[in-house]
Structures are given as structure tokens and as C-alpha cells.
């Protein structure tokens, strides 16, 4: 099997669907009122994560996303075969166990659910260009993340800090390996 075409978009969960990062610039205080209007603000307030489709087949949707530090998780995966290494996982989402594989050019990959059945059907994309997607999206994500934060300060009467925490805590998140998968990857 040869490498395959892809998209892969990075969405996130606001008011009751999924939305791209591109449609989420200039709405930071609207996302932030939504997430503020929640009973009880927590790591899961914050859902997001790459919708990829290869060769015309979805590969990860709403069902295989989930917190944003899981997104993280393909990073840590693409670094490591960057590297030169031939196998690699990930858990973008709660039950995941995403396997990838360097085929020289190639990545592979493949999902399965926590018990081992296969939740996706193996897929062959380009490693290099799929990882820049991935990076430039998640550095597009990290300047969202500032922009959020950067509301705090603005806000009246002012977020407590409990809830604030969590909000720092689901939006920064490790700049410098996105950096890496990006300069390997030639983003």
C-alpha cells in the first residue's frame, strides 16, 4: 500500500459542534463565556483534536478526540519516529492505542480500542508532510491557547482562580515539542 491523501484538521468543541481553529479566531471571548457557563469548569471542559481523513475515508472524528493533552500525544509519537525510530504510540483519545509506523517515507497507521480491536482501518500517509500539518495546527493551536489566556486579564468580575488553573492547565501545553515535529518536518 503507497501513501494515500490527506486532510487533517484540528477542531474543537464549541457550542454543541466542532470547529476549526480558522473559524475560531475572534470568537476567544465568546469560547470563553460558553466554557465559564458550565456548572463546574474541568480538564474534560476543554475537548478538541485532528479530524483526519485519508484517501477519502475518515480515519479520526468525533468518536477518537477527546482532551486537548491527549491531542498532544500525536506529537510525541510523530518526534519519536522523526527520530528515526520505526514504531511509535499515541492515545489522542480515552480508550486509544494508536500505533504508528515509519516505512521509510511513509507512516502508517493504525487504531485500536484499549481491548485490541481496531477502531480504524490501517492507512498509509507521507511522514513529512503530515507531521508539518499536524504542527502547524497544533502552533496555531498554542497561539489560540495565549489569546484565551490573555482574555483573563480583561475579564470583569475576574475568573477565580481555581477555575483559571484549569484553564492553564488544558491550554498550555508543551510548546517545544510541537517545535520539534516542526522543524523536523520541515514546517
Known sequence: MSASPFRADLRVFVEQRWVGLADLQGLEREYLDEVLQQPRVSCCSFVGGFFIDVGGVAFSDEDSV????????????LDTLLDGADEAQAGPWEESALRLWRLGDVLAMEDRSASGAPTTPRVQVALHPFARSLARQGLEFLALGERLLAQFDARSPPVPAPVRLEFERALRLPRDIVERVAAKSGA
Open 66 to 77: 477527546d482532551e486537548f493533552w491527549m491531542t498532544w500525544s500525536w506529537f510525541f509519537a
